[in-house]
């Protein structure tokens, strides 16, 4: 079965700077997807940016970006001049391209960011 | 643009006890979903719908019913609500699988004593 690891449960970081988050995961799949959600206080999950396996370049979603490093099976997560607004909970996620119902979320690195 | 709504937002149940939880989406998509979030840890599915009166399980269905009868409700049955089931349950959708984004709703919190 596949597996996902966030090895940070939290994370602070000072407004404007960079913060990295990590994901690991572990799959014998060639064919999968991979995403970073968002859950702020007000619990609502929201996504913050997707990776397709076969594409060998990286995620780019304006403040956000990821490190994908397939052979490592690592997925990490990079916000840029980080906000109040980005305070939340952050989810890896892994989903399967073979198995329609096999999507497997970590535990959550819960980032703070200071004013 | 109401999105995906659940309610209630909070239900405390007794041992035994049974209920639904009510869970609408208003975008016409195809996919609907139900996952479990236990404390300190990531989302969990329970049940999935990829259209009306097709579903199927997902990792952790035992304790759980689903229907789906038309494209905007997906509702979650509790029977003999245990205290393991005390979790904070959420709805979403998708227009094509688990591969595209989700959009979820608030979440249920359910406390099972």
């Known amino acids: 079965a596949q597996t996902v690891t966030q090895s940070q449960p939290e994370m602070s970081v000072q407004e404007a700077e960079t913060v990295t988050l990590s994901c690991t995961y572990d799959?014998?799949?060639?064919?999968?997807?991979l995403f970073w959600y968002k859950q702020p206080p007000s619990r609502q999950m929201i996504l913050v940016i997707r990776?397709?396996?076969?594409?060998?370049q990286n995620a780019t979603e304006n403040r956000f970006s990821v490190n994908f490093q397939k052979a490592a099976k690592s997925f990490s997560l990079k916000i840029s001049d980080s906000q109040l607004g980005d305070t939340a909970m952050y989810f890896c996620?892994?989903?399967?391209?073979?198995?329609?119902?096999?999507?497997?979320f970590g535990a959550g690195t819960r980032l703070t960011v200071k004013p | 643009n109401a999105g995906v709504t659940q309610t209630p937002k909070f239900r405390i149940l007794k041992i035994g006890q049974s209920m639904t939880l009510q869970c609408t989406q208003d975008?016409?998509?195809?996919?609907m979903y139900w996952y479990r979030q236990d404390p300190g840890m990531g989302l969990k599915l329970i049940y999935y719908?990829?259209?009306?009166?097709?579903?199927d399980k997902g990792e952790v269905p035992n304790g759980y019913n689903v229907s789906r009868s038309t494209t905007e409700d997906f509702p979650l049955r509790l029977e003999l609500a245990a205290p393991s089931q005390t979790s904070v349950y959420f709805c979403?959708?998708?227009?094509?699988?688990?591969?595209?984004?989700?959009?979820f709703g608030p979440g249920t919190r359910l406390t099972v004593t």
């Open positions: 979403a959708s998708s227009t094509a699988g688990l591969s595209y984004e989700q959009y």
């Open positions: 799959t014998s799949e060639n064919n999968y997807y």
């Open positions: 990776q397709e396996a076969y594409k060998q």
């Open positions: 996620a892994f989903m399967s391209g073979y198995n329609n119902n096999d999507m497997r």
């Open positions: 975008m016409n998509h195809n996919y």
């Open positions: 719908s990829v259209g009306a009166g097709i579903t």
